[in-house]
């Protein structure tokens, strides 16, 4: 393992019967780094946390962790490493207290001591005033904060966090994302699997597209966005026949899509004139009523180098829990 790596994945593979949940998978994660895992449902995010924390056993490849070979000693860096899945495996029944008690007692930290870090972790939380209430009456966002506290309990090194903000509110899912990037600060390496892409844009150092088991592109934020910076961007909100074909051939100095119906998407490497566009479109039969400019953002590298979607990406986003 090179100096300054955490996370050593070489060649990674897991089927699951028929279906292929990871293939071939190569990255590296550094030490202190936010370091996200970015794609779809389905892409094999999950599979790929399990296997790097023991929970799963791969078909193929190697991963280190904290320099300890893991497939071997799937176990091995169980005291280097922190998770927190996409759903709480925290017990319903007992107290936040008791709850974030009971995690640390099974990582061998004794009674004063865990008794003690269980309320400082509720006080950075915010959640004192639950202190005594059981988990089953939280809130989602207080669920999912009480989840990270128990996931790093016992101040590990590396931090796995599984869809960390999915379905919770948008207040939650801020204070959320403040208290990861503290976290970061403090020196600890994470690793943020979600399919938000505005909350990777805004929270990691480095990404990994991840589609169909495959990892298709590794890089940092801003050598990501690079590409899109300068360019300039119009979406145009319509009614009636849309002729992408005709646009393209009466402005050839344009790039044309549909990101969903009734909108054209229109691209350039300088300022965007409108009013022609709008003249055209109505010429061919269809009803404008809105033209604005957009910022362009990961979301349309994401769309670019996976060829996912951007409409189906919104869909997600709605089911697991609206807009965040």
């Known amino acids: 393992?090179?100096?300054?790596?955490?996370?050593?994945?070489?060649?990674?593979?897991?089927?699951?019967?028929?279906?292929?949940?990871?293939?071939?998978?190569?990255?590296?994660?550094?030490?202190?780094?936010?370091?996200?895992?970015?794609?779809?449902?389905?892409?094999?995010?999950?599979?790929t946390i399990n296997m790097l924390t023991g929970l799963a056993r791969p078909d193929a490849g190697s991963v280190e962790v904290g320099g300890i070979g893991c497939v071997k000693k799937p176990r091995g860096a169980q005291h280097l490493i922190g998770v927190v899945p996409d759903e709480s495996n925290l017990y319903p029944e007992l107290s936040g207290f008791d709850?974030?008690?009971f995690c640390a007692s099974l990582y061998g930290i004794r009674k004063p001591e865990r008794r003690s870090r269980a309320r400082e972790l509720l006080r950075t939380f915010g959640l004192e005033k639950a202190v005594d209430r059981k988990f089953a009456a939280y809130s989602k966002?207080?669920?999912?904060?009480?989840?990270?506290?128990?996931?790093?309990?016992?101040?590990?090194?590396?931090?796995?966090?599984?869809?960390?903000?999915?379905?919770?509110d948008v207040a939650s899912a801020r204070e959320l994302r403040r208290l990861i990037g503290e976290l970061r600060r403090d020196g600890t390496t994470i690793f943020l699997t979600t399919h938000y892409i505005e909350e990777a844009e805004r929270l990691c150092d480095r990404i990994a597209f991840i589609v169909s088991g495959r990892v298709v592109r590794t890089d940092t934020v801003e050598d990501l966005v690079r590409p899109v910076r300068d360019k300039h961007a119009v979406e145009i909100s319509c009614a009636g026949p849309v002729d992408l074909a005709g646009l393209a051939g009466a402005f050839p100095g344009l790039a044309f899509s549909a990101p969903r119906p009734g909108a054209v998407r229109v691209e350039a490497g300088g300022p965007v004139r409108v009013g022609p566009l709008v003249r055209f479109l109505e010429d061919g039969g269809a009803e404008v009523s809105e033209a604005r400019k957009i910022a362009l953002s990961l979301e349309d590298v994401f769309v670019s180098v996976t060829g996912i979607d951007a409409g189906a990406m919104r869909k997600e986003k709605e089911r697991a829990g609206g807009k965040q």
């Open 1 to 47: 393992m090179s100096a300054g790596v955490v996370i050593s994945v070489r060649g990674l593979a897991k089927s699951f019967g028929e279906v292929r949940a990871v293939a071939a998978a190569d990255f590296d994660v550094y030490e202190g780094e936010l370091f996200g895992f970015l794609g779809p449902n389905g892409a094999g995010k999950t599979t």
């Open 99 to 101: 709850n974030l008690c």
């Open 141 to 168: 966002g207080m669920k999912r904060k009480l989840t990270i506290a128990a996931g790093i309990i016992h101040k590990p090194r590396i931090l796995f966090l599984d869809e960390s903000t999915t379905g919770i």
